[in-house]
């Protein structure tokens, strides 16, 4: 199983922007998940290979945008406008099957990343 590595995670203030990177080792069907304390993971945002199908949750999609470069095997979040209630630890996920659903859910991904941290202040 390759593995995934997360990073560009940091503590910003509110308004602020930051990119998450995760090294994709390949894997076709990608996406971007986040947990904060106490809660359940969530889906934001997901991607094909190709980078021709993605899908957002309804929270997020009008301030981050998820993308991948092929030629450097790695996949981004674009985060802008960012709010204390994006604060979490942000992971992302990789299967090497078309995800059967919304692309969005935990149960569709068979591979991890240990996490990034991303905390934003006021």
């Known amino acids: 199983q390759r593995q995934l590595v997360e990073s560009g995670g940091d503590s910003v203030q509110v308004g602020g922007s930051l990119r998450l990177s995760c090294s994709a080792s390949?894997?076709?069907?990608m996406a971007w998940f986040r947990q904060a304390p106490g809660k359940a993971r969530e889906g934001l945002a997901a991607?094909?290979?190709?980078?021709?199908?993605?899908n957002y949750a309804g929270s997020v999609r009008d301030r981050f945008a998820i993308s991948r470069d092929i030629a450097k095997d790695t996949l981004y979040l674009q985060m802008d406008d960012l709010k204390p209630e994006d604060t979490a630890t942000y992971y992302c996920?990789?299967?090497?099957?078309?995800?059967?659903?919304?692309?969005?859910?935990?149960?569709?991904?068979?591979?991890w990343g240990q996490g990034t941290q991303v905390t934003v202040s006021s």
């Open positions: 996920a990789a299967s090497p099957l078309r995800p059967p659903g919304t692309w969005l859910d935990t149960d569709e991904y068979t591979v």
């Open positions: 390949g894997y076709p069907f």
């Open positions: 991607i094909d290979r190709a980078g021709a199908t993605t």
